[in-house]
């Protein structure tokens, strides 16, 4: 039988592992990858999107574009790699921690979508501003850090109850 710390070991390079297929899975096809936020933006807003290959969703009045770094891999990461990092360790036993990994895992990849679509949607109102790209990144900063210490503090108090 392993040792805990082996196990552990063996556990955080798995989650990383599955960390940079998903990496790999969600930035391979673009279109179908951005497809629920096209799908989202079209019911928000009302608008059309036109697929441009290598490039994402152009807004049919040329708006704006739903891009790769619109995705939100790099965040579903993040937020996958917080609780894991931070809050695996926490669980005992194979089985529950494996579980743990599997919720964390949903949790990351549904708020990370989540948050990309707040993110976006509040973005919309200011693309035709001139400094539309600073105001987008102050926006997205934002959003992000906030998200990743709701997530902590969230994580915190539940993981407490163990």
Not at 18 to 42: D, F, G, R
Not at 98 to 120: D, H, N, Q
Not at 141 to 149: D, E, M, W
Request: net charge positive; glycine share 4%.
């Amino acid at each position: 039988m392993m040792s805990v710390k082996r196990s552990d070991i063996l556990l955080y390079a798995l989650c990383i592992m599955m960390c940079a297929i998903s990496y790999v899975i969600l930035t391979e096809n673009i279109e179908m990858s951005l497809a629920p936020h096209k799908t989202v933006m079209e019911y928000l807003f009302n608008y059309n999107f036109v697929f441009i290959e290598d490039v994402g969703y152009e807004q049919t009045n040329g708006l704006f574009i739903i891009a790769r770094n619109c995705l939100g891999v790099k965040l579903f990461i993040n937020l996958f790699l917080i609780m894991v990092f931070g809050f695996l360790s926490k669980y005992a036993g194979i089985k529950h921690k494996i579980a743990a990994i599997i919720k964390f895992y949903s949790i990351s990849l549904v708020s990370a979508f989540a948050i990309t679509m707040i993110r976006i949607s509040v973005s919309v109102p200011f693309c035709t501003w001139d400094r539309f790209h600073l105001i987008h990144i102050v926006i997205s900063l934002t959003v992000y850090f906030a998200a990743g210490l709701i997530l902590f503090f969230v994580m915190e108090r539940k993981v407490a109850d163990i």
